[in-house]
């Protein structure tokens, strides 16, 4: 996949445990495992939103674009 989640080192920089910011977005610890593995289809722009104004960031400081290699064909 091209879109790579980083907010475990958000996370880590800005000294937060998921467990504190789960709770002030809303969402299930359960479901920020599942953001912060990248293994969701999508995100809501309100949970973005909410997350970047609790950790003080950029949407672009959480996620990040690497394209695939090309295949071979």
């Known amino acids: 996949m091209a879109i790579?989640?980083?907010l475990d080192v958000m996370l880590a920089l800005?000294?937060?445990r998921s467990k504190d910011l789960a709770a002030?977005?809303?969402i299930t610890e359960?479901?920020?495992s599942?953001?912060?593995s990248g293994k969701v289809r999508g995100i809501r722009f309100e949970t973005l939103?909410?997350?970047c104004t609790y950790l003080r960031c950029q949407p672009g400081?959480?996620?990040a674009f690497e394209p695939?290699?090309?295949e071979d064909g």
């Open 24 to 26: 002030h977005v809303g």
């Open 14 to 16: 800005r000294k937060v």
């Open 4 to 6: 790579i989640v980083r």
């Open 61 to 63: 400081d959480i996620l």
């Open 68 to 70: 695939d290699p090309p």
């Open 30 to 32: 359960s479901n920020l």
């Open 49 to 51: 939103d909410a997350i």
């Open 34 to 36: 599942l953001l912060k």
